[in-house]
């Protein structure tokens, strides 16, 4: 299969994003920075693309201008495997971010996360409807996702 990249566009934020993002998950890196040359659109010298990793996943972010944005129609997802670890995501993403709501939040350059629990689709799609709308009952209710209280609601207790 071919290497499938995530390619993030910013107006001028990518290197500071990707520095940022590295620093906020396990064994990642920034693996190489392009710059424009003489033909731009960029100022010469300034950073065009800059390849990250993510705990073993590939981005590429590019320095492409104002013209789009991000927005909720593509997020990625963080599977927490506990409370702890759902508290560390949410708050280092949300800094200079915005909490929105149902585990979503976007982070200071408006990419929008999802941080939820590991056990989040086998709760939401074991066939059980009546787990699922005690659980999602739950979620509707929350901006930050309780894994507990999630637990408990899966658990019909």
Known sequence: MPNIK???WFDTQAEEAANFYVSVFPNSKVIFVSRYG???PGPKGSVMTVEFELDGKRFVALNGGPHFK???AV???VECKDQAEIDRYWSKLTAGGKEVECGWLKDKYGL???IVPDKWHEW????DAARSERVMTEVMQM???DYARMQKAADGK
């Open 38 to 40: 003489d033909h731009g």
């Open 70 to 72: 991000f927005t909720e």
């Open 124 to 127: 939401l799609g074991s066939g």
């Open 75 to 77: 997020s990625f997802v």
């Open 6 to 8: 995530p390619f993030l």
């Open 112 to 114: 929008p996360w999802q």
């Open 143 to 145: 901006k930050k996702l």
